[in-house]
């Protein structure tokens, strides 16, 4: 297979979305970090309609936006696959999936706010986090799990 190459920048969810596909698929890659308040000319030249990122080029092609980047990524590399093979498992993680993208932008507001937008933005993450940990997760504190597993 050709290289791979991602370009994506630090603080984007959705680079971040790519990234760990790669590493779960064991797909050997190089990042370029873009400026976005600079953008490159490789990043304009490859995704000349949204100019965002990510873009994962792969043989001198590129791919645009996560969501199509993680399903070329499964079909092109079915090994280790992202979504389980059970229909049934697979929509339900598709429907978290959506959840995660439709609630997840509140913890950056938080992070971006003050006063009452802040504490909103808070309440808001507080309330999906729950819902992912009592509905998604069956109850598992995967929060407190975590800082348990780096604290023994």
Not at 82 to 96: M, N, T
Request: charged share 25%.
């Amino acid at each position: 297979m050709a290289e791979i190459e991602l370009h994506g920048t630090w603080p984007s969810p959705y680079s971040y979305r790519v990234l760990w596909a790669l590493k779960l698929k064991g797909i050997p890659y190089e990042y370029v970090e873009e400026d976005l308040s600079n953008k490159s000319p490789l990043l304009l030249q490859y995704n000349p309609v949204y100019k965002k990122i990510p873009v994962l080029v792969h043989g001198g092609k590129p791919i645009c936006e996560s969501v199509i980047i993680l399903q070329y990524l499964d079909e092109t590399w079915p090994q280790n696959p992202l979504l389980p093979s059970d229909p049934y498992e697979r929509a339900v993680a598709r429907f978290w999936i959506k959840f995660i993208e439709d609630k997840g932008p509140s913890v950056w507001v938080v992070h971006r706010t003050s006063g009452e937008e802040q504490e909103k933005a808070v309440k808001d993450t507080l309330e999906m986090l729950k819902t992912i940990e009592e509905q998604a997760l069956g109850g598992r504190n995967i929060l407190e799990e975590t800082r348990l597993a780096w604290w023994t």
